[in-house]
């Protein structure tokens, strides 16, 4: 199925699917023009009716709510000069689009609805976005300084520091940014201390009932008395729990030191079992008397018979 329309791209028929296709697009279209900020208040008739020049002043608009340099009266702007701003405008925003360069400019040049309403598509859902976007660009577009100028020194410093302020604006505004995205507004603040003042205004209310009805009762300066009495014997009472408390520790450590010291004695007990001093210093000399009776006859004995081994040996290994 063919649909004859006259908004086709640069008058060719267009396919039913196609058809349906462009009827979604203005649709999503007409609901972000007819919101704020721009507030267009069309439908599908009136802006199927614009003219040309009136759809383009649809798209430069929205480039105006983007970038206010964009302000024009598209009447008195001459056609090609529109469409050099419009095209390098959309080149900042890093828009491309999916005709040729030619025909894109050809395009805006004549109004073709197609191509508007395809810009329009792409711009409207992420029209914030671009609009930070714009800003950063007016900034951060590198100058293309050709080579053979940047071998003069002085332009070469020049150029590098030009890149320094790039990236240095760079890192200021993503600060600033990530600033805004933490702090308070300042109806937030207002609306915090407006807050709290009214908390403070309870309070001090609350604080005058309580001392009327104090003052009121009878006997006022024996309670207080009393309340002072008590809140010394409270406090006695907290000092005598602390003295308790450090008086358990001292038990328990002086218990922990007592039972180390019997599990000692017990072990020097069991080792020195029944002796005395007589029969202990009679075992110390039978002991003494093996040693020295080793050191005297045994071990001379046994390193003469070593001796004895080793010359026999070495007769032998001579005689071999």
Not at 24 to 52: C, Q, R
Not at 141 to 150: C, H, M, Q, R, T
Request: charged content about 35%; glycine content about 2%.
């Amino acid at each position: 199925a063919v649909v004859s329309t006259q908004s086709g791209h640069y008058g060719r028929e267009i396919l039913f699917e196609e058809f349906l296709i462009m009827a979604e697009v203005i649709k999503l279209i007409l609901e972000h023009l007819n919101k704020p900020p721009f507030n267009k208040n069309f439908n599908m008739i009136t802006f199927d009716k614009l003219e040309p020049l009136q759809v383009l002043q649809v798209l430069n608009d929205v480039f105006t709510y983007i970038d206010d340099k964009n302000r024009k009266d598209l009447r008195e702007e001459l056609p090609e000069e529109m469409a050099t701003r419009m095209l390098k405008f959309l080149s900042l925003l890093n828009y491309r689009p999916e005709v040729t360069l030619e025909e894109f400019q050809t395009g805006i040049i004549t109004g073709d609805r197609f191509i508007v309403q395809a810009t329009l598509y792409w711009i409207l859902p992420r029209v914030e976005q671009l609009k930070t976007r714009a800003y950063l660009g007016k900034y951060l577009v590198k100058i293309d300084v050709p080579e053979e100028i940047l071998q003069d020194d002085e332009v070469e410093k020049l150029h590098e520091e030009y890149l320094e302020y790039l990236e240095q604006f760079k890192e200021v505004h993503k600060a600033t940014e990530a600033l805004k995205s933490h702090t308070y507004t300042t109806a937030d603040l207002k609306k915090d201390i407006s807050k709290m003042e009214t908390e403070y205004e309870q309070i001090v209310k609350n604080i005058d009932r309580k001392k009327v009805k104090v003052e009121s009762l009878e006997n006022l300066e024996d309670m207080m008395e009393a309340v002072t009495e008590l809140r010394k014997e409270q406090e006695r009472q907290d000092s005598f729990k602390e003295q308790k408390l450090s008086i358990r520790a001292s038990i328990q450590t002086a218990d922990t030191q007592s039972n180390r010291l019997m599990h000692q004695l017990r072990e020097l007990r069991s080792t020195s079992g029944n002796l005395t001093v007589q029969t202990l210093m009679q075992r110390l000399e039978d002991e003494y008397s093996t040693i020295k009776r080793m050191v005297e006859s045994t071990l001379p004995h046994e390193i003469e018979q070593k001796r004895k081994k080793y010359r026999l040996r070495l007769c032998v290994d001579t005689t071999a």
